[in-house]
């Protein structure tokens, strides 16, 4: 076990973009972190020494009080020995970066922040329906440098429509010289359920072309790579060693436990996942019955999840791994298409680790379903 994320699924409002299990209503705030209490020691067994990473995601967890996340650190410290976790990160809104809330951060153990910048335009901000400004990101960042915070990722939206005339380099460039370790780059994407969901279905709102996210992902890369960072996944940047351990876990299938409303777990093949419901969590936790679902992969579905997850990073995927289980046919068939995409540059191979060409990265969800195992 490497990684534990601890779901908290509560926000002041709904960002326009976010399709992430949340609620604005704060009623059941109180019995949820009882029930997350409850769920660690239902699960106390799956906690290790090996454990690298704490994340406290969501939602927005710095809508907690001190106490109710001290709530939770206690009930966490029971399990492991916090102070020995290389990495334990808290996602925090920029308005919610106060000297008090980051000094008690900092003395329960937190030693990285994640912070949801999004964008250096306030138009673009309250475009997305976001709860800050750009006056309070540099507050809150200047707050946190105060604060002692070395280790601290940002998070910058790109790829919105170009009708909004959006200096998207300008902005990167002024959220740099704040000289974050991490940054998490994300294209915005359009998702049924939210408001811009809504908005395209209306014919309201517009995608940016293809072509065009390209160039902006390919300038965000060249430029930061400029600036000493390692483009090491997709969507993420870091300074030398500051690469997320939370991340990484993801990624190199390492198992992981995941606590709270929506949040998923992975174990010995075995993937799970909480009701994204916080009243159904809620009620079924305190009566003591299932509230999770969960499936056990198969070596094809296994392999099929690595290839994604290989080749959304720098790392890649063992083609000799992928080979050794699946029989001649489908070999030769994985082959043709590994030819393919290794022939016009999509693909680059190297000791048999296959890797995206990092300027392609946008295609690595396309190419990964070309390369799935289909036939069991």
């Known amino acids: ?149 070395k280790n ?35 294209h915005l994407t359009i998702e049924d359920g939210t408001y811009f969901g809504h908005l395209e279905k209306k014919r309201k709102l517009k995608r940016i072309e293809d072509d065009i996210s390209q160039d902006e992902f390919i300038w965000i890369s060249k430029k930061l790579k400029s600036k000493n960072f390692r483009h090491y996944e997709i969507s993420n940047f870091a300074i030398q060693e500051k690469e997320s351990f939370h991340n990484s876990n993801y990624w190199n299938q390492s198992s992981y436990i995941g606590l709270g409303p929506g949040a998923h777990s992975f174990r010995n093949s075995t993937r799970r996942w909480n009701i994204s419901n916080n009243r159904i969590y809620i009620k079924n936790m305190k009566a003591g019955v299932p509230y999770f679902e969960e499936e056990v992969l198969s070596p094809y579905n296994l392999m099929n999840e690595k290839i994604m997850l290989g080749l959304r990073t720098l790392n890649g995927f063992d083609k000799n791994n992928l080979f050794s289980i699946v029989n001649q046919p489908i070999k030769n068939e994985i082959e043709s298409k590994l030819n393919t995409f290794l022939n016009d540059e999509t693909l680059i191979s190297s000791n048999n680790i296959i ?22």
Not at 137 to 145: E, H, S, T
Not at 162 to 183: M, Q, S, V
Not at 355 to 362: F, G, I, Q, V
Request: one cysteine or more; charged letters at 25%; a negative charge.
């Open 355 to 376: 890797s995206m060409n990092p300027e392609k990265w946008l295609l690595s969800d396309y190419v990964s379903r070309e390369l799935f195992i289909l036939n069991e």
């Open 1 to 149: 076990m490497s990684g534990i994320y601890i779901h908290i699924p509560y926000c002041k409002q709904a960002c326009n973009y976010c399709d992430f299990h949340f609620s604005t209503s704060m009623k059941t705030k109180n019995d949820m972190i009882d029930c997350i209490v409850k769920e660690m020691d239902i699960r106390g067994d799956e906690f290790s020494k090996k454990i690298n990473s704490v994340y406290i995601g969501g939602g927005t967890p710095s809508v907690m009080t001190n106490l109710e996340l001290d709530t939770i650190f206690n009930a966490l410290e029971k399990k492991i020995s916090i102070r020995e976790i290389k990495e334990i990160t808290i996602e925090i809104n920029p308005e919610d970066l106060n000297s008090e809330k980051l000094e008690f951060y900092k003395n329960i153990g937190i030693n990285r922040l994640s912070i949801g910048v999004q964008s250096m335009n306030n138009d673009i901000l309250k475009w997305m329906n976001r709860s800050h400004d750009t006056s309070q990101v540099i507050n809150g960042l200047n707050n946190a440098k105060d604060a002692g915070f």
């Open 152 to 186: 601290i990722s940002l998070d910058f939206i790109y790829g919105t429509p170009g009708n909004l005339k959006r200096d998207y380099k300008a902005e990167l460039l002024e959220i740099l010289k704040f000289n974050p370790t991490h940054l998490s780059c994300y």
